[in-house]
């Protein structure tokens, strides 16, 4: 299927780059974590607008607890843990190489 000129869709969680780690990655998560998105929603097929709008919900609610996961309530502090324990893992599995990331950073 070809898409018009200009517009930009996100591909999804299973289908993002090092294994879903990157920023989008980030911000999917984070609003699973805050509930701003069910944890089904991968956003396959998202223009980026729509990611920038979930983006600036992920802020708002980060920005309530001095955006630390640590000052996160007991709650959100689990589910944060659970559901980046298992992104991690599943992008490991696909590859993804944390330390090699810091040293291309470099």
């Known amino acids: 299927m070809k898409r018009p000129t200009g517009i930009k869709t996100y591909p999804g969680l299973e289908h993002d780059i090092n294994g879903s780690m990157t920023m989008i990655g980030k911000i999917i998560r984070d609003a699973w974590v805050f509930e701003l998105l069910p944890e089904s929603e991968t956003c396959e097929g998202w223009e980026i607008s729509r990611i920038d709008a ?13 955006c630390m996961v640590s000052n996160l309530p007991e709650d959100l502090s689990k589910r944060h843990k ?16 944390p330390e090699q990331v810091a040293r291309d950073e470099d």
Do not use: P
């Open 54 to 66: 979930i983006h600036q919900q992920v802020n708002d609610e980060w920005d309530k607890y001095g």
């Open 82 to 97: 659970r559901i980046y324990d298992e992104a991690i893992k599943t992008a490991k599995e696909k590859g993804w190489d």
